[in-house]
Nanobody
């Protein structure tokens, strides 16, 4: 059974940093795409960043480019999202996803999803 477990969320002030982790079990993502999505209250879920685990290629939403970094540790079957210079508009539930069902990483059509971790940024 595949499980994606997120951790690392919390509350920070604007300008602060957090690092999210997504640990995968029952699943070897050696050649796949792992992504982070977020959903704020009243808004649609949006793609934040993705990493293609075979070559390490990364993609980011324009709103986080230069502030967020996605990375992987294959030995730990874990993907990370380092979030710096956080803004109040980054406040959302953050979800880890694996194995896209579409050809675009930013579409929320993935086979596997985690339960989410809350990130709250205060001004």
């Amino acid at each position: 059974q595949v499980q994606l477990v997120e951790s690392g969320g919390g509350s920070v002030q604007a300008g602060g940093s957090l690092r999210l982790s997504c640990a995968a079990s029952g699943y070897t993502y050696s050649s796949d795409c792992m992504a982070w999505f977020r959903q704020a209250p009243g808004r649609e879920r949006e793609g934040v960043a993705a990493i293609y685990t075979n070559d390490g290629g990364t993609y980011y939403a324009g709103s986080v480019k230069g502030r967020f970094t996605i990375s992987q540790d294959n030995a730990k079957n874990t993907v990370y999202l380092q979030m710096n210079s956080l803004k109040p508009e980054d406040t959302a539930m953050y979800y880890c996803a694996a194995h896209p069902l579409s050809g675009s990483w930013y579409l929320d059509e993935y086979r596997y999803w985690g339960q989410g971790t809350q990130v709250t940024v205060s001004s």
